[in-house]
């Protein structure tokens, strides 16, 4: 993506505050001195066999960029891949299902589009508001900062073992609580703690993200494996040889950028899996961890910090 991005000219305009020179999680443009907009885009593949409960993930995870931007979403528009010849019903299922999430999170879904794909896709242009000087991008990191995560990781390994009828004994209803949880209150809580940065974990995976907000802050990010909070059944998953395909995509774009210090390797590669509707990776001063955790009331345990050693590069410590 970067290569493909590198093509492209710069765009000169004061008033954009955030565009694509951070991947950042969405673009922000300011309307006044006190009125921004948070605006993104992003589609998926059904994560589940479910079309209403596909609906609900999926627009919990476009809506999650603008979350993670310290924002409020507003409005949005339906993106939508349909097999010509698959039911009706289904397809309306799914946007039941995204409809609902939308109107849980405050957003209106004003119209969309729809085009005949393969395979099913579904997705949402969200715009969001804010104001221009409490934006938190991914590239307000500072060393001495913690990082915390708000859900676990290992979503794209289970569903994984899923596809491909090897998931004996392993329990997908916490994994699409997850999924379906909206990143609000995470948000919420980072804004009144104070927060310098943030990212959402999505298709990079837990380790892509990182890399990113630390090329972006121009400093160095330590995690803890044992720190990490891991979907049950993941490592089990991993230990049973089933390889998600992200795993192998973000090894391939990122691993040049990771250091890794006597890690297990099951964890050592399900860090790159890639992740749908994933957790907040939130960045704030240790002192204000206890402000974050008593707004949010759920578990967002510190699994790093951020360094003045190796900037724009992530460690992985055991």
Do not use: W
């Amino acid at each position: 993506m970067a290569q493909a991005l590198a093509v492209l000219p710069a765009i000169e305009d004061k008033n954009l505050l955030v565009g694509t020179n951070t991947a950042d999680d969405a673009g922000v443009y300011r309307l006044s001195d006190d009125l921004a907009l948070v605006y993104t885009i992003d589609i998926l593949t059904p994560a589940v066999d479910d079309p209403f409960t596909f609906g609900m993930i999926a627009a919990a995870n476009c809506i999650s960029d603008v979350y993670a931007m310290g924002g409020d979403p507003h409005i949005a528009l339906n993106i939508v891949g349909f097999p010509g010849k698959d039911d009706p019903k289904k397809l309306g299922e799914i946007l039941r299902g995204g409809t609902e999430k939308a109107q849980e999170a405050g957003v209106a879904i004003v119209g969309g589009h729809t085009f005949v794909t393969a395979e099913v896709k579904y997705g949402l242009s969200v715009i969001g508001y804010i104001h221009p000087k409490k934006i938190i991008t991914n590239a307000g990191a500072k060393p001495g900062d913690v990082i915390l995560l708000t859900k676990p990781i290992g979503v794209g390994t289970i569903i994984q073992s899923f596809l491909v009828g090897k998931s004996e004994g392993i329990d997908l209803a916490p994994v699409v609580e997850a999924m379906t949880t909206l990143n609000r209150d995470a948000s919420l809580a980072m804004r009144e703690a104070g927060a310098h940065a943030a990212t959402d974990i999505t298709g990079y995976g837990l380790v892509g993200h990182l890399v990113e907000m630390a090329d972006a802050s121009n400093a160095g990010i330590e995690i803890s494996a044992s720190k990490i909070p891991i979907h049950k059944g993941a490592l089990q998953i991993m230990e049973n040889g089933i390889f998600e395909p992200g795993i192998m995509m973000n090894l391939n774009s990122f691993k040049n950028k990771v250091i890794r210090e006597h890690i297990d390797d099951n964890i050592g590669n399900l860090v790159f899996g890639s992740e749908t509707s994933g957790g907040l990776a939130i960045v704030l001063p240790a002192e204000k961890s206890e402000i974050f955790n008593k707004k949010y009331k759920r578990n967002a345990p510190v699994i790093g910090r951020i360094t003045a050693e190796h900037p724009g590069r992530l460690k992985i410590i055991p």
